[in-house]
């Protein structure tokens, strides 16, 4: 069982930058693919980025994909998106999630928070 906690959202003007941490519970972390989500309203959740249980591979959507970073530190059993050059069209609730295998797809993962809300000012 894994139990993840998100934070770090909050309002932001376009152009600016946030940092979502997930810190997650259980002894099990670093076995875990983690993945970030987000989800806007009247939009399905879809897949933001993902990183693997070393933190060796990382992988992103193409809308993210040189603004985003995600990272982990095993040792505090947390995850992070720093989130650089925000725009209005990434406004969403952040999820992040965990998973026994490296995958884009949101069924694959076992494990979800609660969500964070993230909203960009243009």
């Known amino acids: 069982q894994v139990q993840l906690v998100e934070s770090g959202g909050g309002l932001v003007q376009t152009g600016g930058l946030l940092r979502l941490s997930c810190a997650a519970s259980g002894r099990t972390f670093r076995s875990h693919c983690m993945g970030w989500f987000r989800q806007a309203p009247g939009k399905e959740r879809e897949f933001v980025s993902g990183?693997?249980?070393?933190?060796?591979?990382?992988d992103y959507a193409d809308s993210v994909k040189g603004r985003f970073t995600i990272s982990r530190d095993n040792a505090k059993n947390t995850v992070y998106l720093q989130m650089n050059s925000l725009k209005h069209e990434d406004t969403a609730v952040y999820y992040c999630a965990a998973s026994r295998i490296v995958s884009r797809a949101p069924t694959d993962y076992m494990y979800w928070g609660q969500g964070t809300q993230v909203t960009v000012s243009s």
């Open positions: 990183i693997t249980g070393s933190g060796g591979n990382t």
